[in-house]
């Protein structure tokens, strides 16, 4: 998956052709994924689809190419950014819901919270990174949703979900 994201994010940076999707067992599973880059250290784009609609090659594919450029977060990707980008991949196992906060495990599990029409998500490696609590995660995630930090206490509904997470050694340069 590694090289397909490297091979698919290169070919759009460089607006050639979408390499072909490898097939063939476990990248015919169908799972969701996200695919961040981060130039530097630094992220420069955080992309993902939820649904195992589709096997996660053709996810990866697909994502690796958009978050070059689709994330409106950050500006396109240059080509000279290439060499110090890394790809980072989050297959995603299928969400649960939470009855009780304490199943959360900080560094294990991913969230979503949902409102109406406002979801937000955060991957599990975010909470690590950020030195983050369970109830800081949980904070953060509400407000990544456009909520109030506490609407979690109250009538949000909470998701947990698993990923298995994988990426680029850093590059030196």
Do not use: Y
């Not at 450029?69 to 991949?89: G, K, M, N, Q, Y």
């Not at 995603?92 to 937000?120: F, K, N, S, T, Y």
């Amino acid at each position: 998956l590694l090289r397909l994201a490297r091979r698919c994010l290169e070919a759009r940076v460089h607006r050639e052709p979408p390499p072909p999707v490898e097939r063939g067992g476990a990248l015919d599973e169908r799972m969701g994924a996200f695919v961040s880059i981060h130039t530097a250290g630094d992220l420069r784009g955080c992309l993902g689809h939820l649904e195992a609609d589709r096997p996660i090659a053709e996810t990866v594919a697909h994502l690796s190419a958009v978050v070059s450029d689709s994330d409106p977060r950050f500006r396109p990707l240059a080509a000279f950014e290439l060499a110090l980008t890394d790809i980072e991949i989050s297959a995603l196992a299928p969400e649960e819901a939470v009855d009780d906060v304490c199943e959360i495990e900080v560094g294990r599990h991913g969230l979503i919270i949902a409102h109406g029409h406002r979801r937000g998500l955060l991957l599990p490696q975010v909470a690590i990174e950020q030195g983050w609590n369970r109830e800081m995660f949980l904070e953060h995630t509400c407000i990544k949703a456009g909520l109030p930090a506490n609407a979690w206490r109250s009538d949000a509904k909470i998701f947990k979900f698993e990923a298995q997470v994988f990426g680029e050694k850093e590059r030196v340069v």
